[in-house]
Structure formats: C-alpha cells, structure tokens
C-alpha cells in the first residue's frame, strides 16, 4: 500500500532506518522529493523511493521490520513528501488491545461472578469521554485543517451513516434486565429447576448471540484502528485505548450468560476473548482490501469518517449505558476525567514522537 502524506520543508539529506538496524540515505541535491512507501502487501520489502526527476536515485532496502523516518538535518532546505513505510505488524498489535480487553471483561466475571454494574458504568464514561475527545478535538479538528469544513463534514456525516446503518441491523448487544434477573435466580436456590434449565438455555443462547454481535461490532473497529495508524502512532495509540477501554464492558456482557448457563468461568473467559479477535481481523481486511494508495486528502477524509463512527457509538450505546448503570452525576464525572485522560496521553505521545508521520 503506497502512501504520500503532507509535503514537508525539511533538510535535503534524509536517514531512514529500519527495525534491524539498517540504514539508507538518499538526497543531496537542493530541490528533492522523497517518497517514503508503505507496503502492507509485501511486509517483507521496505524500500525508500526517492524521484529520479529530482535527484536521480532509487534505493531499495531489504528487511522483515517496519522503516521509520528518524532524522533530517544538514545545510540547504530541500522539500519532500514523507510517507511512512512499514508492514501491517504494528497496527495489528494495537488492535489486539481489543481483543484482550474484551478477555480482561471476561477475566472480570472469572475473578468476580457478579461485578459492579456502577464500575462497568464508570468504565465506560471514561470510554465515552476519550472517544469524544479523540473524535472531535483531533480526528475532526485535523480533518477539517487538512480539507477544509465542508469536506470534513460530509466524511463525518458519512462516517455516522454508516454506522448507523450496521447497528439497525446488529444491535449492540449489552447485559439485558432478563439476564441480570437470571443471575439473581441463580443466587436463589429455592428455584423450580425446569424453569431454572429453561433459563440457562436461553441465555446460554444470549451469550452467543452477544459474542456474535461484539465481534461484527469490532470489525469497523479494527478497520478505524488501522487507518488511524496510518496517519500516525499518537492516532493509532489513542484509539486503541480508548476502544479498548470500551470492550471491557463487552467482555463482561459476553462471559456473564454464558458462566451462567454453563457454570464454567474458563468457558466464559474463552468466548469473550475469541470475540476480540475480530478486531484484528479488521485490520488485516482493510490492510489488503484498501486501494493500492491513498492521497493525504483521501487519508484526512477518511479519518473524519472515523470520527463520526466514534462519536456514534458513544452518543447511542456507551453514554446511554454509562448513565444507566453509574448514574448520571458518576457517569458526567468519568466522561470529563475520559477527555482529559484522552487529551493528555496525546500531548505526552506528541512530545514523545517529534517526528511523527505514520506506521
């Protein structure tokens, strides 16, 4: 997958150095285009291209790890387009937070049989509030500097759609009132064991269902983590905390019903996890699926979309069942404390990684 992020003024000798320690540099003319490529088809082959239009050089550079862009500086100022170059590796690891978060909440059930709904609720206001702010003070805020308002806009809008349109079809699925009354039966051993059976049949079957709907849940997920890797480590990081922060809760709501209708926690434990894992599936699809390049504006529209499909699930399930399970003053508080987790872990990668262009 080929990449051309924002032109950059920088220096015209350029080190690129790869994972294993590898090096090229290229450049030393005083007008030079660099285009640093992405190939997630070909993990295996990192290469610098550098125009011959504009300094008459092509290097290639041979590794299994990602490329990154770590240093420009001599005499002169050159201008070039930096795309950074690496294999699907990196933003597939960051997916898999989804995936063991989503076991943590099943993890929860194994250490805890019956955790606090007001914790899940508290959990998923910070969710709510780093997700917010991750969509509209950066994702959109970036957007809409790269392409102008109108554009950004109707990428945001489109991002709301369509995820709009997948969950009347898949609804999120959460811990239901019939399955908390269930669990209570369950504390309740003065019960009539038929009906009791029949309970644990129907939400076994739950349980399933629920693991089914977080997974095509996790799917755009995966793809939203994906792209915001693309853009940069401080995008891809910063969503993944945040929606792995989200898929605690999902956890809980998957290995629940099914440790009740089985009374096996590992059973519990192991559904949750596995519907993680959808997560990464996501990545590896829109890695290969995508076209063979994006243009920077292709790029910052799509991240608005981003934006969108986040501040929807927040808005329609995260805040509605924070609210229902924490309490509206508990659930304002953590939503705030969410922002301002979001907005500094930002900062922090930011200072962190100066030179920051994509994954």
Same mark, same amino acid.
């Given at each position: *997958? ?6 950059? $003024?920088?220096? +015209? ?5 790869s994972?294993?320690? &590898? ?9 030079v285009? !660099?285009? #640093? ?9 990192q @290469? ?15 590794g299994?790890g ?21 294999? =699907?590796? #990196?933003?597939l690891l960051l997916? *898999?937070?989804g ?6 909440g099943?993890?929860?059930? =194994?250490?805890?049989p ?9 959990? &998923?206001?910070?969710? /709510?509030?780093m *997700?917010?702010?991750?969509s509209f003070l950066?994702?959109?805020? +970036?957007?809409? +500097? ?6 950004? +806009?109707?990428?945001?809008f ?23 009354a269930?669990f ?6 003065? %019960?009539? $064991?038929?009906?009791?059976?029949? &309970?644990?049949?129907? =939400? ?6 629920? @693991? ?7 799917f755009?997920?995966? *793809?939203?983590?994906?792209l %915001? ?16 922060l ?7 709501? !998957?290995?629940?019903p ?16 596995i ?6 599936l996501? =990545? ?9 390049s994006?243009?920077?504006d ?6 608005? @979309?981003? %934006?969108g !499909?986040?501040? #929807? ?16 003053? &508990?659930?304002?508080? @953590? ?14 990668? /930011? ?5 920051e262009?994509? !994954?």
């Amino acid at each position: *997958m080929l990449l051309e992020t924002k032109e950059h $003024k920088v220096s +015209n000798e350029v080190v690129a150095r790869s994972s294993a320690g &590898q090096a090229a540099k290229a450049g030393t003319t005083d007008d030079v285009h !660099v285009y #640093f490529c992405f190939f997630s088809r070909r993990p295996s082959l990192q @290469a610098l291209r550098v125009e011959e239009e504009f300094c008459g050089e092509f290097i290639e550079t041979a590794g299994n790890g990602s490329c990154s862009f770590t240093e420009a500086n001599s005499e002169g100022g050159g201008r070039f387009f930096v795309a950074m170059e690496g294999s =699907v590796v #990196f933003p597939l690891l960051l997916s *898999m937070m989804g995936g063991v978060s989503t076991g943590l909440g099943g993890l929860l059930v =194994v250490l805890q049989p019956r955790p606090s709904l007001k914790m899940l609720g508290t959990l &998923q206001g910070l969710a /709510a509030g780093m *997700m917010l702010s991750l969509s509209f003070l950066d994702l959109m805020h +970036n957007a809409t +500097n790269a392409i102008g308002f109108s554009r950004a +806009n109707l990428w945001f809008f489109a991002g709301v759609i369509s995820i709009a349109i997948i969950v009347t079809f898949i609804p999120e699925p959460t811990l239901s009132l019939s399955e908390k009354a269930s669990f209570k039966a369950k504390d309740d051993k003065a %019960g009539d $064991k038929p009906l009791l059976k029949r &309970q644990r049949k129907q =939400v076994w079957l739950s349980g399933i269902v629920t @693991a089914l709907g977080i997974s095509l849940h996790n799917f755009p997920e995966g *793809m939203a983590i994906f792209l %915001g890797s693309v853009k940069g480590v401080r995008i891809g990081v910063g969503l993944a905390l945040a929606i792995g922060l989200h898929n605690i809760p999902e956890g809980v709501a !998957v290995a629940l019903p099914v440790y009740f209708a089985t009374e096996s926690k590992w059973e519990g434990f192991k559904l949750a996890f596995i519907s993680g894992l959808a997560e990464p599936l996501g =990545v590896i699809l829109v890695a290969y699926l995508f076209p063979s390049s994006l243009s920077p504006d292709t790029l910052e529209g799509l991240l608005g @979309a981003v %934006g969108g !499909v986040m501040a #929807f699930i927040t808005l329609r399930e995260m805040l509605p069942l924070s609210l229902e399970y924490a309490g509206r003053g &508990q659930s304002v508080a @953590a939503v705030f404390v969410g922002m301002a987790i979001m907005s500094v872990s930002l900062e922090l990668l /930011a200072r962190n990684l100066p030179h920051e262009t994509t !994954v």
